[in-house]
């Protein structure tokens, strides 16, 4: 089912998401609204805090790009629960977005390479390692887990400008 996502500046989305316990049905709805909340608002990753649901849980689904059609699947996304990275690697520049700050995007430094441990939507371990693009929407989606937006790891100026001009579009 799609939801409503969870709009910047929401204080919501600075609350530091709960660790999952239960694989149960409740966890695997919840996955299901997310995938088809994420793809209805043309998203690539979405946390669980974006619908109002402070639990470690995101999602994301890299669209392949087979010329003129954009296909999703759902069979292509990873479904993340109780993430850890336990490497961050070098550094590289992206632009990013974020459907809780819709139509504003800004380049953002992160780490280039990552290795990460979560869960899957049935409690089993597995380990990720990517120096893609994947690496980077994981670590934007792990920002969520802990109560950060994107936005905050702008430079003073560019922070300075997004709210410039944030407060302008909310009028
Ligand atoms: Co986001």
Redesign the pocket.
């Known amino acids: 089912m799609v939801k409503d996502i969870v709009v910047y500046p929401d204080k919501r989305l600075k609350m530091v998401s709960d660790e999952v316990t239960e694989f149960n049905e409740e966890l695997h709805m919840l996955l299901d609204d997310m995938y088809d909340t994420m793809v209805k608002k043309k998203g690539v990753?979405l946390?669980a805090i974006?619908i109002g649901i402070a639990k470690r849980v995101l999602i994301v689904n890299l669209p392949e790009d087979d010329g003129d059609d954009v296909a999703v699947n759902k069979e292509d996304t990873f479904e993340i629960i109780n993430p850890v990275f336990t490497k961050l690697e070098g550094s590289c520049k992206n632009q990013e977005g974020?459907?809780?700050?819709p139509g504003f995007y800004e380049d953002v430094e992160r780490a280039a390479s990552i290795v990460m441990e979560y869960q899957n939507r049935h409690g089993e371990k597995k380990v990720l390692q990517n120096q893609d693009f994947l690496a980077i929407a994981l670590q934007?989606?792990m920002d969520?887990l802990n109560g950060k937006?994107?936005v905050e790891k702008l430079s003073i100026l560019k922070r300075k400008k997004f709210e410039k001009e944030w407060k302008k579009k909310q009028k």
């Open positions: 990753g946390a974006q974020c459907l809780s700050v934007h989606e969520h937006v994107f």
